[in-house]
């Protein structure tokens, strides 16, 4: 193990047997749950954004098209290499190997943006109490926070989608904003507070 959770080699073994391991560029379900987070994301534009456990790169494409600035990162170096390649051609994306949350972007980066997009059931009880402390300290203030999850029970799993968005709804510092439910997964939007979270209609005077 890592420190935090599944380690390395586990996803460096998955990545060798197949280029796409959950096959996010040809299933029907995997794009539809991308275009549903990216619709969900409350500002219509994001100035600097963070998606750990970017994969492939196929929700971090979608992403690009709403931020002026994105930083994608995964622990496995064969996911690194399949994102660069996609997004080669956006210079506002930045694609690095990372394995959060020991590792983590500079300490005086702050996003408006972070994606927990089927991450956090990696991560033991320390690494994910660790991740959310440091998403709470890489948010601005007002920021989105989005966390999407797979619910069905998986071996390899240190826990459930579930568990992981119980865990978020819980702390201090994040509000829901918007939570979708699917037998298969969870959709959950929260900002940062204070100040005081604000619906999209509010943010644009409409009530
Ligand atoms: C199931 S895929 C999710 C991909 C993408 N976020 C999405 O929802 O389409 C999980 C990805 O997270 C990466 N990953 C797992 N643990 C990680 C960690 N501790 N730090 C960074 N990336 C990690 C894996 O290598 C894999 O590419």
Redesign the pocket.
Known sequence: M?P???P?QY?DE??ARAED??S?ETRWY?RR??AL?VACLPRRRYRSAF??????G??TSRLAQRCDRLLA????AA?VTSTRRRLADQAHVQVER??????WPAADARFDLV?L???GY??DDA?LDLLTARTLDSLEPGGTLVA?HWRPAVAEHARGGDDVHRLLADLDGLERTAHHEEADFLLDVFLRVPPAATSVAQAEGLR
């Open positions: 890592t935090s959770g599944t390395a996803f998955m990545y391991p959950w996010f995997e749950k991308h987070t998606e750990p456990g970017c994969s492939t196929m929700l990162v995964d622990i496995a996911a990372m394995a959060v949350p020991d590792e994606v997009s089927e991450l990696y991560l690494g999407v």
